[in-house]
Structure formats: structure tokens, C-alpha cells
């Protein structure tokens, strides 16, 4: 079964967005500057695939009319609060985040070593609060990590890593 999106609220999807967080459903917190939304959501579809679920802020259509950051800060912290994992989608961009670090933050010591920084390939400086945490640096980093995550959960509807002879996040990852 495919992932969802649990950032979707009001729209149908195969699990209930309000189904609390669950050892057997797990979900990733997408953390991702706006001028990297495109890879952002490449990432996100090919975590889906992945059968497993996604908080991916993009998508919540009660959040995306908010400039109230009470507002924001409360929808970020239920996401967070709502997902197992996360992954902070970084490039050259994230230098200009407001939000990142505030969720880097937040997660920091809830998530342990389920938090880790993808890497854009064309990304040459690291900012210092993206060092505190496992960096993946390409496709095949992504992939193990999200292998470990269906082993972990017993997730057995997964696409071996053969698989994908080719990238599907070639555009972004090495």
C-alpha cells in the first residue's frame, strides 16, 4: 500500500489523517526551505512509494492559508509531534529558512537518530545547524535509510533496491 500524505486534512485517503502516531505506521516529517519545494515533493513521492507515510506541510491546505506564526508554529509542532522520523531536505536555499531550524529544534532530541539532512547534490556549504545530525549524501544514503525504517516497521510491500536501476531523484541526488 502506498503512503500518505498526513499533512491532507479533509481530503480521503486510504488511512485517516487524525490516526495517531503508530509503531506500525511510520511517518516522515518533511522539512524543506520553499525555493526547494520541487524536491522537496520528489523526495516525498518517492517516500510514499515507499509505503510509508509523509507529513509534508505543501500539501496542508489549512496551513498554506496561514500567515498567523502562532498558527504556523502549532501546525509544525502537531506534524512533528504526529511523525516517527524526519528528514530536512537541505540545499544552498536553506540558509534563508525561518522555519528549519525552528523544526530541527523541535525534533532535536524527540527523534534521536531518526533525524537526518538530505543533501542536494549541488549543495557545497553545510550550515552549522545542519551538522548536528546524520547527513545522507545521495540516492543510495536516501534508500537505506528508508530501508531501515520498512525493516523496523515490517513493512514487506517494498521495491527492492534493484529495483531502481535508475534515480528517480537523479535531478537532485547523485
Not at 15 to 42: G, H, M, V, W
Not at 109 to 124: F, G, I, V
Request: net charge neutral; glycine share 2%; proline share 3%.
Amino acid at each position: 500500500m502506498k503512503g500518505i500524505n498526513r499533512a491532507k486534512k479533509g481530503i480521503k485517503e486510504t488511512r485517516l489523517y487524525t490516526e495517531s502516531k503508530d509503531k506500525n505506521t511510520p511517518c516522515i516529517f518533511i522539512s524543506y526551505q520553499r525555493k526547494d519545494e520541487e524536491f522537496a515533493e520528489k523526495v516525498v513521492d518517492f517516500i510514499k512509494e515507499q509505503s510509508i507515510d509523509v507529513y509534508f506541510d505543501l500539501e496542508d491546505i489549512k496551513l498554506a492559508k496561514q500567515s498567523n506564526p502562532k498558527m504556523v508554529t502549532n501546525a509544525i509542532t502537531k506534524g512533528l509531534n504526529e511523525s516517527n522520523y524526519m528528514i530536512v531536505v537541505t540545499s544552498e536555499n536553506t540558509y534563508k529558512s525561518a522555519w528549519v531550524p525552528f523544526e530541527i529544534g523541535y525534533a532535536y532530541d524527540n527523534m534521536e537518530n531518526n533525524l537526518k539532512m538530505l543533501k542536494h547534490k549541488n549543495q557545497t556549504k553545510v550550515p552549522d545547524y545542519l551538522k548536528v545530525k546524520e547527513l545522507m549524501n545521495n540516492f543510495a544514503d536516501l534508500r537505506s535509510f528508508l530501508q531501515s525504517i520498512q525493516n523496523f516497521h515490517n513493512i514487506s510491500e517494498v521495491k527492492t533496491y534493484e529495483e531502481f536501476t535508475n534515480n528517480p531523484l537523479n535531478e537532485y541526488l547523485d
